[in-house]
């Protein structure tokens, strides 16, 4: 029965290597001791099952050969009492007290896989509960990403329509300059008329 541990069959091979070329599942990747632990203890209780099997039959067939050597009237209850014994067993039935180890054996292993078949159930849960979380927080980062990123179009286009209108501004005020230069250069001239005809009224005024 220890041989499970230290020399696998066949069969466990089989499947550790299916469940490792599947291991794209989140859980199968978390919990590979678990899965390890849950086949070792299905061969166990397979092995265990087949092995009593097999020491039914021979007490069987002893009991046969014995009834063939007795001999006498008794043979035929004999043979009708062993055809009687079942074939198979069942592990979900009570065995009979001879068998007692060996049930209370098998008992807690499947006690033992169900409670594993539980965590395992509670892990896959809260690992599916995790991803929706994961789900929910990157669709928050999106859209605040997508915020962010209307934000800064909206500045940069606001920068844009400040440096447009600056630049207005800036040819607004420079024509502002040109039309006060050309406004002082009439003024200066219009002053130097006024400075010429003053000096024409004063010659007038002296030749009289």
């Not at 050309?182 to 006024?194: E, F, S, Y």
Request: aromatic residues 6%; proline residues 2%; neutral net charge.
């Amino acid at each position: 029965m220890w041989l499970y541990f230290v020399h696998p069959p066949s069969w466990y091979r089989k499947m550790m290597w299916r469940t490792d070329a599947s291991s794209s599942h989140s859980v199968a990747t978390m919990l590979p001791s678990h899965c390890h632990v849950l086949l070792i203890l299905l061969g166990i209780s397979h092995d265990t099952g087949s092995r009593l099997v097999r020491e039914s039959e021979g007490r069987v067939g002893r009991r046969q050969w014995r009834a063939r050597k007795d001999g006498g009237a008794n043979t035929t209850d004999n043979t009708t009492q062993v055809d009687t014994v079942p074939e198979r067993f069942d592990l979900n039935k009570e065995v009979s007290p001879v068998l007692d180890g060996e049930g209370n054996f098998v008992g807690q292993a499947i006690s033992l896989l169900q409670r594993l078949n539980e965590r395992l159930t509670a892990l896959q849960a809260l690992d599916e509960q995790q991803i929706r979380r994961l789900e929910s927080l990157e669709y928050r980062l999106t859209k605040i990403e997508v915020q962010g990123q209307e934000k800064y179009e909206a500045l940069r286009t606001e920068l844009r329509e400040v440096s447009r209108r600056a630049q207005q501004l800036d040819w607004q005020s420079s024509k502002m300059d040109a039309s006060l230069e050309g406004i002082k250069l009439d003024t200066t001239g219009l002053k130097h008329g006024q400075d010429q005809l003053r000096g024409l009224h004063g010659t007038g005024d002296t030749t009289t």
